[in-house]
Nanobody, 128 residues
Framework: QVQLVESGGGLVQAGGSLRLSCAAS????????MGWFRQAPGKEREFVAT????????YYADSVKGRFTISRDNAKNTVYLQMDSLKPEDTAVYYC?????????????????????WGQGTQVTVSS
């Protein structure tokens, strides 16, 4: 059982930066990928970024590419989301997710159903 705890959310002005953290409760050798999703008020939850634990390769949604960076610290069992050049439309609850499931044919997971563990979410608000 993997438990995920996000932190680092808050209020920031447009153009500013925040770094989210996601701490996993156990060794992540069982997790294949970690991801970040977000849900804005009145909208569906959407994919933001994902990283493979082994190798560290990454994949981003077009809306955040070039502004957000996902990374991981294996020793700390922690995944980060560095968010720069924030925009008001980045305002959302951000969720960390982990997948221990192999989906053959999918090297990166960008769909919610591909993740079987979720954190409780952390609010990010970007003011204009």
């Amino acid at each position: 059982q993997v438990q995920l705890v996000e932190s680092g959310g808050g209020l920031v002005q447009a153009g500013g930066s925040l770094r989210l953290s996601c701490a996993a409760s156990e060794q992540t050798f069982s997790s294949l990928l970690m991801g970040w999703f977000r849900q804005a008020p009145g909208k569906e939850r959407e994919f933001v970024a994902t990283i493979r634990w082994r190798g560290g390769s990454t994949y981003y949604a077009d809306s955040v590419k070039g502004r957000f960076t996902i990374s991981r610290d294996n020793a700390k069992n922690t995944v980060y989301l560095q968010m720069d050049s924030l925009k008001p439309e980045d305002t959302a609850v951000y969720y960390c997710a982990a997948s221990t499931i192999t989906y053959y044919g999918s090297y990166y997971y960008s769909q919610q159903h591909q993740y079987n563990y979720w954190g409780q979410g952390t609010q990010v608000t970007v003011s204009s």
